[in-house]
């Protein structure tokens, strides 16, 4: 599960906490960091590595 366009991660952004949004979509993650009040606290985004997808 990723963060993806950041509408609950940027709603748990203060000056005194530590916000980590991690999502295997570098879009997702653009659009997570450019929301309004994403700059209010610590936020920081990462891209997941792409994992191979298995099937049983």
């Known amino acids: 599960m990723g963060c993806g366009t950041g509408l ?4 748990l952004v203060r000056p005194d906490r530590r916000v980590v949004g991690i999502d295997p979509s ?3 993650l653009t659009y997570a960091a450019g ?3 994403s700059n209010e606290g610590d936020l920081n985004t990462r ?3 792409e994992h ?3 099937t049983m």
């Open 26 to 28: 570098t879009t997702m």
């Open 35 to 37: 929301r309004p009040g």
């Open 52 to 54: 191979p997808r298995r």
């Open 47 to 49: 891209r997941l590595p």
């Open 8 to 11: 609950l991660t940027v709603s």
